[in-house]
């Protein structure tokens, strides 16, 4: 037997912390895991004899911190026992450090497996967000005076370098403490990743400068920092490197804290869907009406709802009738027409009619939490992009300190002096400082997304845009995405000799006017279009499922389906409505018969528009070399006439969410990369499992916080300018790395030849910055095709 079990991962600084912890749980006997460094989560499947505890203390030996993440139980009982083997976890972690006796084993049945306790997760994540914010500040208003008096020799005064120690010692100690504490930590576990680099680097450039001031010849009152191309051996004593130090300082901290606040959204999709429940029943007991927490639901329970109202929990009616809007499951606008021995989804809505319903399923195992766990699980399941400056990190930081090694051990051995020999080691950890690197991503990123959000297209980060590149299938929803989600009167046909078209609008439209159907709110629109004036309107009376009836300025009208309207008035179709139904059907549309005095008058087309702009979207998705494929929760009939409307060969219909997901994780076995653009509730487990999910930003928020771009207009025609210039900014990206470490590669050997001029390596470092800037602002002339 395994059990599931999920635990909140803190200390993880890159996708390679994350890879290591993985990489331990994996080790352990019975134990499968994936950890997600976007969400600080490890997911894993365990064996029965693996405890809470081992998990715990694994995850601590790595060098970082684990708890087990709490989920409301679905009944109390359930909650309290999971809560006893959480605190004994605890306990038994508290023994372990203090020295006393071994705590027993915590079985993982007896743990808690899921995503609630939100509130005190984002607290903390917000007081680390606050403590980095600070960090920020404070550091960039003291690294500035220092850049400029460093950089700028006409502006250096007697005692100058004294004032830039006082400005960039915190900055070098407090600000950079965030690295410093991250390099011991790596190092205890015998490895190295960019914080140590940075660490290094910038204690390395701090601790020489004040060996230069206390001990060299940097601290005398009249010292002025002259640029020349080439030092020479041994003459760091008088060169100061507290600008480096600085610099790197509030480079790396402002890229880490845009990092850490993009990292807030990813568990927004779980929120937003969970958040779509409702918050309380109307529980029936013994007759009496009680307005409960939906929490208190029990399976058996019975509870009403009336028009509007959510849904409580999933369950099957036992009295009423109504139109329940399932759009959150399937995604189409019809509501469902549901009576006596249906089931129902909690959270669906009835938009007219009173239900009595008997729950079935409560708690975590309602559709809705489902649906949120298969959000999660392909979040957690999606490849993890790793950062390209960590995976250059990976070769370039153990380089780096040995070649620093090398430095120090060969100029020991030949060179003049000991200071020779420590000043170019120094400057080889200097030079190979990554400053520019700091900028390379935040910069291309910022001015990418700026461009995008001035274009209506929003990309949530950096690891969105390695996908871009590969993407070779785009997966399309119908409704919300290639139409607009809204009915609209498709068509009408009447019977000539006896009414004209405007006539059977707004006759119509007076009788469909008391309803709240989304195809009568359709057929009201367009009747007002048409009609000339108010027409009376008497004893109106709704068929649910059926149709509607009144008395329209005298006249005795019927409005429904139309096998129940020939029933209602006692005459069949003529020839000619017939074949309008049967046309209708086969295009996927809803036909409504009207008639009256004895008549059928004619019939009116509904269906969902499709938007002017999607044949053409879809036109240049083919021309980007990309295969469209349309996945949508509608039937087979409207499927195929919307794709063959828009040019889509490939239909997949009556897909649930579980379907969507299935489908695009079968596109993936065969080897594609799929996108995924939706806009619905019940897109979001697919955008997420997708290698590159597109929302349309006229959606839902779980859909949009499910995907990895938003198109803000929510027109299909932004999809191919947001994989255009995602793939532009990765482009960007990719190239600034480039450079930002080619300058520093290239002064490497100066440096180990004690050459480097520190004003020199400044210089480099600033130089390749400005690159990196004006390499990044290029994508400012990015313009949609």
């Given at each position: 037997m395994s059990t599931n079990l999920e635990l909140a991962v803190g200390g993880m600084t890159c996708s390679s912390c994350a890879a290591r912890v993985e990489k331990k749980l994996n080790r352990m006997p019975g134990v499968t895991a994936t950890v997600n460094y976007a969400t600080e989560k490890a997911t894993l499947e365990v064996a029965d004899d693996v405890t809470l505890q081992q998990l715990i203390d694994t995850v601590v030996a790595t060098g970082y911190t684990a708890e087990p993440v709490e989920r409301p139980a679905s009944s109390p009982s359930g909650s309290s026992s999971a809560s006893a083997a959480v605190a004994a976890g605890a306990q038994a972690s508290e023994a372990s450090t203090s020295g006393g006796a071994p705590a027993p084993m915590i079985p993982l049945g007896d743990a808690l497996t899921s995503v609630s306790g939100a509130g005190r997760a984002d607290a903390a994540h917000d007081s680390s967000l606050r403590s980095l914010r600070q960090r920020v500040i404070i550091s960039t208003l003291l690294t500035v005076p220092v850049m400029v008096l460093s950089m700028i020799p006409p502006l250096q005064f007697d005692n100058w370098q004294w004032l830039t120690l006082t400005l960039a010692a915190p900055v070098a100690v407090w600000g950079a403490w965030p690295f410093h504490r991250a390099a011991v930590i790596n190092a205890r576990h015998g490895a190295a990743t960019m914080d140590t680099l940075v660490s290094i680097g910038v204690l390395a450039a701090f601790a020489w400068s004040l060996y230069a001031l206390f001990f060299g010849g940097a601290g005398m009152p009249g010292l002025r920092m002259e640029f020349v191309w080439f030092g020479e051996p041994g003459a760091g004593a008088h060169e100061l490197y507290l600008e480096t130090a600085a610099a790197v300082t509030v480079f790396i901290l402002a890229g880490r804290y845009a990092e850490a606040r993009s990292k807030r959204s990813s568990i927004a999709a779980i929120r937003a869907l969970l958040q779509l429940g409702a918050s309380e029943a109307a529980l029936l007991r013994d007759g009496v009406e009680t307005r409960v927490p939906v929490a208190q639901l029990q399976p058996g329970d019975r509870f009403i709802v009336r028009p509007g109202e959510k849904i409580a929990t999933d369950g099957v009616v036992v009295e009423g009738a109504a139109a329940i809007d399932m759009s959150m499951l399937t995604g189409e606008p019809v509501p469902e027409e549901v009576s006596a021995g249906d089931t129902v989804t909690g959270s669906t809505i009835a938009t007219d009619g009173s239900l009595v319903v008997e729950a079935t399923r409560v708690g975590s195992e309602t559709a809705l939490a489902q649906m949120a766990k298969l959000v999660e699980q392909a979040q957690s399941g999606k490849a993890r992009v790793q950062r390209l400056a960590d995976r250059i990190s990976g070769v370039f930081v153990p380089i780096v300190l040995v070649l620093a090694v090398l430095t120090l051990a060969g100029w020991l051995l030949f060179g003049p002096s000991v200071e020779a020999a420590f000043t170019a080691a120094v400057a080889t950890l200097i030079i190979a400082c990554p400053c520019a690197l700091g900028l390379a991503t935040p910069m291309a990123l910022l001015v990418g997304t700026a461009r995008g959000s001035r274009l209506g297209i929003l990309i949530k980060g950096p690891e969105v845009l390695e996908s871009t590149r590969r993407i070779d299938t785009v997966l399309l929803d119908k409704t919300g995405t290639i139409t607009?989600?809204?009915?609209?009167?498709?068509?009408?046909?009447?019977?000539?000799?006896?009414?004209?078209?405007?006539?059977?609008?707004?006759?119509?439209?007076?009788?469909?006017?008391?309803?709240?159907?989304?195809?009568?709110?359709?057929?009201?629109?367009?009747?007002?279009?048409?009609?000339?004036?108010?027409?009376?309107?008497?004893?109106?009376?709704?068929?649910?499922?059926?149709?509607?009836?009144?008395?329209?300025?005298?006249?005795?009208?019927?409005?429904?389906?139309?096998?129940?309207?020939?029933?209602?008035?006692?005459?069949?179709?003529?020839?000619?409505?017939?074949?309008?139904?049967?046309?209708?059907?086969?295009?996927?549309?809803?036909?409504?018969?009207?008639?009256?005095?004895?008549?059928?008058?004619?019939?009116?087309?509904?269906?969902?528009?499709?938007?002017?702009?999607?044949?053409?979207?879809?036109?240049?998705?083919?021309?980007?070399?990309?295969?469209p494929v349309l996945a949508t929760g509608d039937n087979e009939r409207a499927?195929?006439?919307?794709?063959?409307?828009?040019?889509?060969?490939?239909?997949?219909?009556?897909?649930?969410?579980?379907?969507?997901?299935?489908?695009?994780?079968?596109?993936?076995?065969?080897?594609?990369?799929?996108?995924?653009?939706?806009?619905?509730?019940?897109?979001?487990?697919?955008?997420?499992?997708?290698?590159?999910?597109?929302?349309?930003?006229?959606?839902?928020?779980?859909?949009?916080?499910?995907?990895?771009?938003?198109?803000?207009?929510?027109?299909?025609?932004?999809?191919?300018?947001?994989?255009?210039?995602?793939?532009?900014?990765?482009?960007?990206?990719?190239?600034?790395?480039?450079?930002?470490?080619?300058?520093?590669?290239?002064?490497?050997?100066?440096?180990?030849?004690?050459?480097?001029?520190?004003?020199?390596?400044?210089?480099?470092?600033?130089?390749?910055?400005?690159?990196?800037?004006?390499?990044?602002?290029?994508?400012?002339?990015?313009?949609?095709?």
């Open positions: 607009a989600a809204r009915m609209r009167v498709a068509d009408v046909t009447t019977e000539a000799t006896s009414t004209s078209r405007d006539e059977l609008l707004a006759v119509a439209a007076a009788v469909e006017h008391g309803s709240e159907h989304p195809i009568a709110r359709a057929i009201v629109r367009a009747g007002q279009e048409v009609a000339g004036g108010a027409l009376s309107v008497a004893e109106f009376s709704s068929v649910r499922g059926f149709g509607v009836r009144a008395v329209v300025d005298d006249r005795s009208v019927v409005a429904g389906r139309p096998a129940w309207v020939v029933e209602q008035l006692g005459t069949p179709l003529s020839p000619a409505l017939a074949e309008a139904v049967d046309a209708a059907e086969a295009a996927g549309r809803t036909a409504i018969a009207v008639g009256w005095n004895g008549v059928v008058a004619g019939v009116i087309e509904v269906a969902d528009a499709v938007r002017s702009t999607s044949p053409a979207a879809v036109e240049r998705l083919r021309a980007m070399g990309l295969r499927a195929r006439a919307v794709a063959a409307e828009v040019g889509v060969e490939e239909v997949h219909a009556g897909m649930t969410p579980e379907g969507k997901l299935d489908l695009v994780r079968e596109l993936q076995a065969q080897g594609r990369v799929v996108a995924m653009v939706g806009d619905g509730v019940n897109d979001a487990a697919a955008l997420a499992a997708s290698d590159l999910g597109i929302a349309m930003g006229g959606g839902t928020d779980a859909a949009i916080q499910a995907g990895d771009l938003t198109l803000v207009h929510g027109d299909l025609s932004g999809v191919a300018d947001a994989i255009r210039l995602s793939r532009r900014t990765l482009s960007t990206i990719k190239s600034n790395l480039f450079w930002a470490f080619a300058y520093n590669v290239a002064a490497i050997p100066l440096a180990m030849a004690g050459l480097l001029n520190p004003l020199l390596a400044g210089a480099a470092m600033a130089f390749s910055s400005v690159f990196v800037v004006s390499n990044s602002l290029r994508l400012r002339r990015f313009k949609p095709a």
